[in-house]
């Protein structure tokens, strides 16, 4: 889906967890597809699925 940022609706979503690992497995039971994954310095890990209808989910897990 390659709507323009100023479109109405939800596009994307982020939660907080304790596992990105865990949550990251579980993923291809529902069809989603990571995108991309990412570390913010010593802080937090990052990662960004995209579910079947296109919402973009991120997952941020605090590190330390």
């Given at each position: 889906m390659d709507a323009p940022v100023n479109a109405l609706g939800l596009?994307?979503?982020m939660f907080a967890v304790?596992?990105?690992d865990?949550?990251?497995a579980?993923?291809?039971?529902y069809d989603a597809e990571?995108?991309?994954q990412?570390?913010?310095e010593k802080s937090y890990?990052?990662?960004y699925?995209?579910?079947?209808?296109?919402?973009i989910v991120g997952l941020a897990e605090q590190l330390g």
């Open positions: 596009r994307r979503i304790d596992d990105i865990a949550v990251l579980q993923m291809p039971a990571l995108i991309g990412m570390q913010y890990r990052l990662a699925i995209r579910g079947p209808e296109g919402i």
